[in-house]
DNA sequence: TTTGACGATAATGTATACAATCACGCTGGG
DNA sequence: CCCAGCGTGATTGTATACATTATCGTCAAA
């Protein structure tokens, strides 16, 4: 098939190559659920479907495998991980440890502009946190996840951002907000600017407990985000549609 | 327990497939030093090194990479990754806080089968670090890596072992008994002793406090322990110096 | 009816050919 | 002497053919 990748789009995405673009569309699919937990890969379907060549899917399967969103088993393929509610807070235990670290560090690193744009994206946050929507909660996710990640990245250390990383992806902290009561929600938006200002101080033992306060009080909402796992049965029926 | 994630295990004989073969083998030589920080890595060469084709040994490349011990480059290939000395005191500062916690959890969980064998691997470390030749090192670090891994196994968490795996096994914790001085290896056996009482007690707390004593203790030696990343010079005029 | 072995089928594992890309040195001009 | 442009070789990226393995249905025997 011709590659025709004469354009080069900046924004829409970074993916260059085959092998990053499989990523990318994988990871997404499992953290925003299309791909939930407990379903097969199959290499063959997925290149298909991403328009790629099974070699750089397998590529981006061994990589989501070594990060933990993939179970993966030698002759026996990739299922989308299955996390018990014991691991989910066990993983939130660990980020109340990873990210006041990061943002202890990040106190006395963070520049002005970060610090401005930390900022913008609260207001953000707090626009769409107003409105109940779905797009809204869209939003505030991917806001949210910008927000820690700006964080992270403050902390100018390549290898404790990707550990963090790791951590927080695994287990689709992306979809929490869905379980926030309205409280919550204003107490996390609170949390937030907290966190700003301290930072802004360039105070270290704050910025790491009000993070630490931050992610701590997640974890009850947490608790009430029940993965299921998909069934174990494979479709057999080929659905028509293609797309 | 469900097995969930494909374990590998580099002591539990020949690997099955290449891939895994290949990635074990590599893991191996970035570890121990043969593939010293910063050596770029050709596909080709390991290939031909190791006995199989490239396919598995990208598998492999692409696995490490994302377990943090290559940085990798789209186009431009794999490079051990090089730790700073302020990295290296990071993933020993998320240690204390991991393995601690790790230990906490298989203070309830732990059997006496696994008990047993920790101290037995004491045992095997003492009379180890009684001597003083190169192969006792390498064997009180494999008896210590086994031991890590007993107790954090012991959590019965595979994703959360796998992140604390992913924490230590960076910036090879293996070598740094060659950094220790006597006192502070009669200490390191000491604080196994001590991590194992807490354990056999069932005491949660203790378990990790000796623990956090255990590694922060380590730091200082981490701190002596530089690695140098080798010259960006290929092997083009190897060691031609001017003048 | 249950159970076990067996074989067809579909998936993954591996090798290799080819395309795209990058690094580097060469050459020619200023 | 310096620098820019370009070609060449090496290296990685991708696709595909083939080998190997697991899965599951089928059938026969107890």
Chains 1, 2 share one sequence.
């Not at 989308?80 to 990040?106: K, N």
């Not at 929507?133 to 505030?140: H, M, N, P, V, Y």
Request: net charge positive.
């Amino acid at each position: 098939m011709p590659k025709g990748l004469a354009e080069r789009d900046p924004e829409a995405g970074p993916a260059q190559t085959a092998s990053e673009r499989a990523y990318i569309e994988l990871r997404q699919r499992i953290l925003d659920g299309r791909l939930p937990a407990g379903r097969r890969l199959k290499e063959t379907e997925l290149a298909i479907g991403i328009g790629v060549s099974r070699t750089p899917v397998r590529d981006a399967l061994r990589r989501l495998s070594a990060e933990g969103l993939l179970d993966f088993r030698p002759n026996a393929g990739a299922t989308v991980a299955v996390w018990s509610e014991t691991q989910i807070e066990h993983v939130f235990r660990i980020r109340a440890m990873l990210e006041p670290y990061a943002s202890e560090i990040a106190a006395s690193q963070i520049r002005d502009d970060e610090v401005e744009a930390l900022r913008r994206l609260c207001a953000i946050m707090e626009e769409a946190a107003r409105r109940e929507t779905q797009a809204d909660l869209d939003t505030l996710a991917a806001a949210n996840a910008r927000f820690h990640r700006i964080v992270i990245d403050a902390a100018r250390s390549d290898h404790l951002a990707k550990l963090i990383t790791l951590a927080m992806d695994a287990p689709l902290t992306l979809r929490i907000f869905g379980r926030y009561t309205p409280e919550e929600v204003g107490r996390s938006m609170r949390h937030h600017r907290e966190v700003v200002d301290a930072l802004a101080h360039r105070d270290p033992a704050w910025s790491a407990s009000a993070m630490r306060t931050h992610i701590l009080s997640a974890i009850g909402a947490a608790r009430r985000t029940r993965i299921a796992p998909e069934a174990e049965r494979p479709e057999r029926a080929a659905v028509g549609s293609r797309g």
